[in-house]
């Protein structure tokens, strides 16, 4: 399923939903339309073209901390990492990923941002319950929390949507 840029009254990023969940708060009149994909869903009566772009009818008032917080869980560390492993660089199918702790989780380490890593089931089965300098591996990057408003959208949306740039390029400098 296709992703809605969710925007406030006055065009700023709120979110990212799904375009089905963009469709049923314009229905209910919470939301307009700002752009449109080239899909269309259906029900026996009518058909919808999906939301790319919605913005809210009302002005919401939100803490930085809203827009640009990111949870520590699983499926963020991988999106964080693209998929690739943190050690031998192989891009990994989803089910074949797995999270490495850096400090392993017996000797102290934590599941967090910089404690954590994408990788591969032989580079998490090499270094064992060792540290990567014990382990005689390298990591590709320093584990790091997401912190850019780029790195919230890759892992909130996976990737931008062409359509989303004219409304979030103030937000994408590098």
Known sequence: MLQALVLN???EYLNIISSREALENIVSGRY?????????????SVTFRLPAVVAVKHYVKVKYDYLFGINWNPTNLKLRDAYV??????KLHRSKATVEHVLPESRGGLSTWENTVCACGACNGKKR???PEEAGMKLIRVPKQPRGFKDVINIRAG????????YLKGYLKD
């Open 9 to 11: 009254s006055s065009y």
């Open 32 to 44: 307009y339309v700002v752009e449109e994909y080239e899909q269309t869903i259906s029900s026996p």
């Open 85 to 90: 492993c943190q050690y031998c660089g192989n």
């Open 129 to 131: 319950n060792r540290t």
């Open 159 to 166: 990737q931008i949507h062409e359509l989303w740039l004219k």
